[in-house]
């Protein structure tokens, strides 16, 4: 595969890193986690900074209580990592860019099978996961007050504070997570 020369971001540890032609090997979870740590979510209008890491270890939880499998877990703790390359844009906006939607399918894909091994989920598993997903994403429109149009209709709490954080205490548990979560998924 060519590639365009000038069409690579350079990333946190200094790698290049081409987000619409990936390859397995260039993807760093270092990187990843780095960056979905600083990136706020819903384009910026919260109450407070909410990162995308945040957002990962809200649906952590909210699988957790739930008492779900590992395997399910690691897939809610890392779902939204190829935003670390491409970016979190707001679901308005990216419903007019199915080529940009496709590239972050296509990135996810690589990053959960080429770069973590683990095998594709089941038509049930990514329903849970988009469940909590969904779940959490009305969560936080609730808490960081960015419903007040009401375009959620409703939301179920549990227990999680929706509460500023510093930067690299995300950064460091959802390192920690990822890690922790692929190890035991990888041997379950």
């Known amino acids: 595969m060519e590639r365009d020369h000038k069409a690579y ?19 760093d979870l270092i990187d990843m986690v780095h960056a979905v740590s600083l990136e706020c979510r819903y384009g910026g209008h919260v109450k407070h900074m909410w990162s995308v890491g945040q957002h990962l270890l809200a649906v952590l939880q909210y699988l957790r209580m739930g008492r779900h499998s590992t395997y399910i877990q690691f897939l809610g703790v890392t779902h939204d990592l190829e935003e670390g390359y491409l970016k979190d844009i707001p679901k308005p906006i990216k419903d007019c860019m199915p080529e940009f939607e496709r590239a972050g399918k296509v990135l996810q894909d690589m990053i959960w ?27 936080e429109a609730h808490y960081l007050e960015v419903n007040k149009t009401r375009w959620i209709p409703h939301y179920t709490a549990f227990d999680y504070e929706f509460e500023e954080r510093m930067t690299s205490e995300v950064k460091k548990e959802l390192l920690m997570e990822i890690k922790q979560l692929h190890r035991q998924a990888s041997l379950a």
């Open 113 to 139: 099978h080429e770069y973590f091994g683990i095998r594709k989920p089941t038509e049930q598993e990514l329903a849970i996961l988009k469940r909590a997903d969904r779940e959490v994403l009305y969560c």
């Open 9 to 27: 971001i350079e990333t946190f540890t200094g790698k290049k890193f081409w987000p619409l032609q990936p390859l397995a090997s260039e993807i």
